[in-house]
């Protein structure tokens, strides 16, 4: 229980993420914070109509929902693949900002130097990308439609997808400005409640 609850916060955190920086349709609704509240309950309640209806395919798709879990699985471990590339060229170009140690000021207990850490992505690269190529492939040859892994053609569509959508509108909406973000957190502050009792 403990795990959906933790999946549902971190999806419903990210829509919410993609939403405030305008790379989403009708992002004005989707982050709207309530007053109230002071969280986003267009969010929660968008996440959990997707969830349910997602939930729902296995009753009568379970080759459709066989086909999600294997897309999703490709998703995470490309998503890890970029995300440690990222790290590993920051790393390479010293680009470390203020601190090589994130807001540390001193090397954590289970840093063990550039080197190693280098040494380390790189293999978890290689790891990943076996398990993301095994993901993509069909498990025989010549596959029925049941049996083709919709996993390889799902990125790509996503991609195509995306790069329209980046052209139409994106362009002109998508800010992913991290300072923009920072000024509206030191200009804005939230009003505490008194509570009544």
Not at 44 to 62: R, S, V
Request: a positive charge; aromatic letters at 10%.
């Amino acid at each position: 229980m403990r795990q959906q609850l933790y999946t549902f916060n971190r999806v419903s955190n990210s829509i919410f993420a993609f939403a405030r920086d305008g790379g989403l349709p009708y992002s004005n609704w989707i982050c709207y914070v309530s007053p109230n509240k002071l969280i986003s309950v267009n969010v929660i309640i968008l996440t959990w109509i997707i969830g349910t209806i997602i939930a729902l395919i296995p009753l009568e798709f379970t080759v459709a929902f066989l086909n999600i879990l294997a897309i999703s699985a490709a998703g995470l471990m490309s998503l890890y693949i970029l995300c440690i590339l990222c790290i590993l060229a920051r790393l390479c170009n010293r680009d470390f900002g203020p601190s090589p140690y994130g807001n540390l000021s001193h090397p954590p207990s289970f840093y063990s130097g550039h080197t190693p850490g280098n040494v380390l992505n790189v293999v978890a690269i290689m790891f990943l990308t076996c398990f993301l190529v095994a993901a993509c492939s069909p498990s025989a040859p010549s596959p029925t439609p049941d049996a083709m892994a919709w996993a390889s053609a799902a990125p790509g569509g996503t991609v195509i997808i995306a790069l329209v959508a980046y052209v139409f509108r994106g362009r002109k909406s998508l800010g992913p400005d991290v300072k923009r973000v920072f000024d509206e957190l030191e200009t804005t502050t939230v009003p505490v409640q008194e509570k009544k009792l």
